[in-house]
């Protein structure tokens, strides 16, 4: 199979897949400043939530998880997806559960 560092990504692009589970990629379509500032306030949204966790504020904590939701669809991980060819979304299944499994056994057949 891939490297353990690298990402697996389907054959289209739109997912990728952790841990057998498929998430939705960010939007390949977004500019590439436009990307970046998105990706700045997630991990801005991200160091919120863990500060929030450490302080035990459970208002704090909502905030700042409604501020990664907020990154997120921005970047395409949620909210309507950014393809437009209609295909249905199976992110956050299994991916034994969704169109791709044959995709994904093929690469379990072809690890050493």
Known sequence: MADRGAV????DR???????RLWRASD????????????????DARRMVKAAKASGDA????DARRAVDAAKVLLGERGPVWWTDG??????????????VAWFDSLEDSSP
């Not at 739109?14 to 057998?20: E, F, K, L, N, S």
């Open 8 to 11: 697996l990504h389907t054959p």
């Open 14 to 20: 739109r997912y990728i897949v952790v841990r057998g």
């Open 28 to 43: 390949p379509g977004l500019d590439p400043e436009t990307r970046a500032r998105h990706v700045a306030a997630l991990m």
């Open 59 to 62: 208002a704090d904590l909502a």
């Open 87 to 100: 295909a249905p979304d199976p992110g956050r299944h299994m991916v034994h559960n969704t169109p791709y």
